[in-house]
């Protein structure tokens, strides 16, 4: 038969002065945890930033360069700093007449900023003048952005070429960026050019 417990363990048992057994308020705890947390959250939408471009019909069937580009902000907070800049990595009007590592001009919307859910048509004639019918032509766009509420900025590469269909006529098409943003981002500095 087991007898009484000593006082001392008794003591021992017995939850913590000034409370009914709950855990104390523990404000460095709680303030980590709701930095972290704002801070992960901002991470997760700054890895949702999702500025697009896609490819509309051209105008004129017989001209690739009269195909509007649809710039989109598909994220879930507005982009701010916003500023489109082109490189012709190669540009072709004929066999003998071209030009490649070509710094093209840029396209800033209005007030640098694209809402969420905002689109902006833009004609590929923006970012070159093109001198003659176009014969091929590899090109990147980079859109330069920051998203609201963050103070860092980024960028993503859309790189399109031209290529012939089945009924002769030119159609951008989007491929893999590879290794064109270095390029332009060396022809860029090279020339002096801010690249954002």
Known sequence: MRGKAPKEILDRRKPPRGGSGSPRWDWKFWSSTAIG????????????????????????????????LVVSNDGMLALKDVNVVS????????????MRDNIGTGYTPPNQTLETGERETVNLKTFVNFAAPVAGMDLALIIYYRMEYTPFHRHRTFRFRAVRQADGK?????????????TYRKIAEGAGVNSR
Not at 87 to 98: A, H, I, K, N
Not at 170 to 182: D, N, S, T, V, W
């Open 87 to 98: 490189f012709f990595s190669e540009l072709l009007y004929s066999r003998s007449m071209g």
């Open 37 to 68: 947390a704002v801070g992960l959250a901002l991470a997760v939408l700054t890895y949702e930033a999702r500025p697009t471009i896609s490819l509309d019909s051209p105008l004129d069937p017989d001209d690739v360069t009269t195909t509007p």
């Open 170 to 182: 030119l159609r951008l098409q989007q491929q893999p960026a590879g290794g064109i943003y270095e």
